[in-house]
């Protein structure tokens, strides 16, 4: 069984930094995309950052030039270095994988989510 397990999140106040971690474990086979999603009190959750085997990468506009996502293959862990932290980041987020386990199929994981309070 593959489990996710986020790191990094906590207080910060406005213009601060903060970098997320999180860490595949069990039966991968293979790793694909990984990402960070985040949820706000009363939104949806979107999609913040995601990064493929390849090393490309994408971003929603609003983090894009603040926020940075990158990947330790070795370790099956995902990285997101925040900068310039608003208040308007905070939310929960959430750690994705797209990766193949043992059954041989993709599968997307998740994370339980990490709290990224930013004060002003």
């Known amino acids: 069984q593959v489990q996710l397990v986020e790191s990094g999140g906590g207080l910060v106040q406005a213009g601060g930094s903060l970098r997320l971690s999180c860490a595949a474990s069990?039966?991968?086979?293979?790793?694909?995309?990984m990402g960070w999603y985040r949820q706000a009190p009363g939104k949806q959750r979107e999609l913040v950052a995601v990064?493929?085997?390849?090393?490309?990468?994408n971003y929603v506009d609003s983090v894009k030039g603040r926020f940075t996502i990158s990947r330790d293959n070795a370790k099956n862990t995902v990285y997101l270095q925040m900068n310039s932290l608003k208040p308007e980041d905070t939310a929960v987020y959430y750690c994705?994988?797209?990766?193949?386990?043992?059954?041989?199929?993709?599968?997307?994981?998740w994370g339980r989510g990490t709290q990224v309070t930013v004060s002003s």
């Open positions: 994705n994988a797209d990766l193949v386990d043992s059954d041989y199929r993709s599968h997307d994981y």
């Open positions: 069990g039966r991968i086979i293979s790793t694909r995309s």
């Open positions: 990064i493929t085997s390849g090393g490309s990468t």
